[in-house]
Every structure is written in structure tokens, then in C-alpha cells.
């Protein structure tokens, strides 16, 4: 085992992996689950260190979480591109919104993961080819269709207790029961 940046690094080629999280117990099970799967990984805890990695070694492949305290993965995106045209980037993050993956997506990531993400769909992401990764669904979700799902996992997530629901969703408690009585299944 070599270290790269004081990180340990297995060998193989062809399979570099860079792994950027701050979250230090998830990213070594992360790398230690890629390493048995035949990657050679680096690990790097924040941008500026991952920016040093990335100077003085080209990776094919890279898995970024977006949120760090000194910066977002996306900055690592172009310095990764920079050195490996052809690296496949993968955007991890626990806070998902769509205007977050459009951005992963326009950078250069080839996808955008919720954390925590299994290793097992991680590497069939990474090495998926372009044309079987998800493709944008054809006629996607209305806004009305979302906003229900949203206050439905709400209500859900506060054990079907409207008060609580309405609380948490800043609106009036019969509001909602007027939205759940409305398309609530006959």
C-alpha cells in the first residue's frame, strides 16, 4: 500500500478512484468497500486537499460529496476534468434538490447520488456505460404531483398526525386536511 497526500493508496490501474467527504468514517468504509472491488483509491477530507490530490495525479474516476466546509465537490469537478477529460464523477450529497444535480450534471458529473450511498450502486454507477445511466423521464412530475408527494411523506414521517404535519409544513392545520381529503384514494 503506497500513500498518496498521506492517504493510503492501493495499487491497480485503470481504476483510480478519488473519494472527497468530510465525513471521515464514511469515507474510509467507502474506500475500503472500493479497494476489495478493485479500485485504487486516494481520499481527500476537504476541496483544498483534494485539489492538491488531483495536481499531481489524474483519477478515471471520482466521488464528491457536494457540502464540505470549505467549499462544494463541484469545485473539484473542473480540476478533475482538467487532468482526465474522460474521469466519471459521481455528486454525493444529503441535501438532494434538483437545482443542485442540474448543477452536478452541467459540471460534469456523470451522477448525482443521496447519501448515504451503498458501494454496490456506486460502482455499477461509475462503471455503467453513458447510454444505460437513468435518463431524464420522459413527462416529469407535475408541480401539484410533487408538492403531494412532499406533504404525503411529511405525513408519513409524522405518523399521519395532521397537526404535527401542518406544523412542520408552516401551514394551517385545515388546509391540509382539505389537501389530504382531496386526493385521498376512493
Not at 469515507?27 to 477530507?45: C, I, V
Not at 462544494?72 to 434538483?98: C, K, M, Q, Y
Not at 410533487?146 to 412542520?168: D, K, M, P
Request: glycine letters at 6%; one cysteine or more; hydrophobic letters at 40%.
Amino acid at each position: 500500500m503506497e500513500h498518496v497526500s498521506g492517504h493510503p493508496v492501493t495499487s491497480g490501474h485503470g481504476r483510480r478512484l478519488l473519494i472527497l467527504d468530510d465525513d471521515a468514517p464514511l469515507r474510509m468504509r467507502l474506500a475500503k468497500a472500493m479497494e476489495k472491488r478493485g479500485f485504487t483509491t486516494s481520499t481527500a477530507e476537504s476541496v483544498s486537499e483534494a485539489l492538491k490530490i488531483t495536481s499531481g495525479q489524474s483519477h478515471d474516476y471520482a466521488v464528491l460529496d457536494l457540502r464540505l466546509e470549505d467549499g462544494s465537490g463541484l469545485e473539484v469537478v473542473a480540476a478533475l476534468r482538467d487532468s482526465n477529460p474522460n474521469t466519471r464523477i459521481i455528486i454525493l450529497t444529503g441535501f438532494g434538490n434538483i437545482a443542485t444535480a442540474v448543477s452536478a450534471v452541467k459540471a460534469g458529473a456523470i451522477d448525482y447520488l443521496p447519501k448515504p450511498a451503498d458501494a454496490d450502486v456506486i460502482e455499477k454507477t461509475l462503471l455503467a456505460d453513458s447510454d444505460s445511466l437513468t435518463s431524464p423521464p420522459d413527462q416529469p412530475m407535475s408541480a401539484n404531483r410533487v408538492r403531494w408527494e412532499h406533504i404525503l411523506r411529511v405525513f408519513e414521517q409524522c405518523g399521519r398526525n395532521v397537526s404535527e404535519t401542518a406544523r412542520r409544513l408552516n401551514m394551517h392545520r385545515r388546509t391540509l386536511q382539505r389537501i389530504l381529503n382531496k386526493h385521498a384514494p376512493k
